[in-house]
Nanobody, 120 residues
Framework: QVQLVESGGGLVQPGGSLRLSCVAS????????MRWYRQAPGKERELVAS????????NLSDSVKGRFTISRDNAEATVYLQMNSLKPEDTAMYYC?????????????WGQGTQVTVSS
């Protein structure tokens, strides 16, 4: 059974740090592009970071560059999001996403999310 399980969220003061983890199972993790999305109340879902299947390429949104780092460990089937210098505007539900392009189609899996709240 395909599963993506996020963890590591919580309540943090501005300027603090968190590391999110997403553990995958039920599919060939190393064949998939991994992404972190977030969605704040009343706002659209936002792509935060992505990493290629073997970790050679990463992309970060402009709003988190210099503060966040995405990484993966294919042996552990886990993708991470290290978040430093957190700001109140980082408050959101963070979701792990796995994606693979096969021919003209796209296969995607989603986790249930982990809540990050940045507040004084």
């Amino acid at each position: 059974q395909v599963q993506l399980v996020e963890s590591g969220g919580g309540l943090v003061q501005p300027g603090g740090s968190l590391r999110l983890s997403c553990v995958a199972s039920g599919f060939t993790f190393s064949s998939y592009l991994m992404r972190w999305y977030r969605q704040a109340p009343g706002k659209e879902r936002e792509l935060v970071a992505s990493i290629s299947n073997i970790g050679g390429r990463t992309n970060l949104s402009d709003s988190v560059k210099g503060r966040f780092t995405i990484s993966r460990d294919n042996a552990e089937a886990t993708v991470y999001l290290q978040m430093n210098s957190l700001k109140p505007e980082d408050t959101a539900m963070y979701y792990c996403n796995a994606q693979r392009v096969r021919g003209a189609g796209v296969q995607r899996y989603w986790g249930q999310g982990t809540q990050v709240t940045v507040s004084s």
